[in-house]
């Protein structure tokens, strides 16, 4: 074949350090249209970003041209430092060490966007260590507890 095709899109999960709940709705929106852009940089287009007040979720296609860990990376650096200079409040802001990432069939795209636009009311229900506990275990992802937050 001549030519590479792929079609690899991922479900991101990763929180506020300490799952500090310092997000607010106005902030989320602001924070979510410059992470877009850091997606866009690096050839992976957001489908959508969504979360609360402590966490993250972001839909999206993998670049076929970038390693995922190196996409995370610059997602949670740029709009790090982007958020401390948004607000003296958020000066001392950092996201958790880790993050999750899970693959999506194309034909469950349009499920997991309504999950993300459902977050809100989701939380209301749903600490985000249950949610989590919950995608690894759907996933198959064996992990210590000991490790996972922070």
Same mark, same amino acid.
Not at 53 to 67: C, G, I, Q, Y
């Given at each position: 074949?001549?030519?590479?095709?792929? %079609?690899?899109?991922?479900? !991101?999960?990763? $929180?506020?350090?300490?799952?500090?709940?310092?997000? +607010?709705?106005?902030?989320?929106?602001?924070?979510?249209?410059?992470?877009?852009?850091?997606?866009?940089?690096?050839?992976?287009?957001?489908?959508?970003?969504?979360?609360?007040?402590?966490?993250?979720?972001?839909?999206?296609?993998?670049?076929?041209?970038?390693?995922?860990?190196?996409?995370?990376?610059?997602?949670?650096?740029?709009?790090? %430092?982007?958020?401390?200079? !948004?607000?003296? $409040?958020?000066?001392?802001f950092h996201w958790?060490? +880790?993050?999750?990432?899970?693959?999506?069939?194309?034909?469950?795209?349009?499920?997991?966007?309504?999950?993300?636009?459902?977050?809100?009311?989701?939380?209301?229900?749903v600490s985000f260590?249950?949610?989590?506990?919950?995608?690894?275990?759907?996933?198959?992802?064996?992990?210590?507890?000991?490790?996972?937050?922070?």
């Amino acid at each position: 074949m001549a030519q590479s095709l792929a %079609k690899n899109i991922i479900h !991101l999960i990763y $929180s506020t350090k300490n799952r500090t709940p310092c997000l +607010g709705p106005e902030c989320r929106e602001k924070l979510y249209d410059y992470q877009a852009g850091i997606f866009d940089q690096w050839e992976s287009p957001a489908i959508l970003i969504g979360g609360v007040a402590d966490h993250v979720h972001t839909l999206f296609v993998l670049s076929k041209n970038h390693r995922l860990t190196r996409i995370v990376e610059e997602v949670k650096k740029g709009s790090s %430092k982007w958020l401390k200079t !948004l607000d003296r $409040s958020l000066a001392s802001f950092h996201w958790q060490n +880790g993050y999750g990432a899970f693959s999506v069939s194309q034909s469950n795209v349009v499920q997991v966007r309504r999950y993300i636009e459902a977050q809100q009311e989701h939380h209301r229900k749903v600490s985000f260590q249950e949610e989590f506990r919950v995608f690894l275990k759907r996933h198959g992802i064996e992990y210590d507890e000991r490790y996972v937050w922070d």
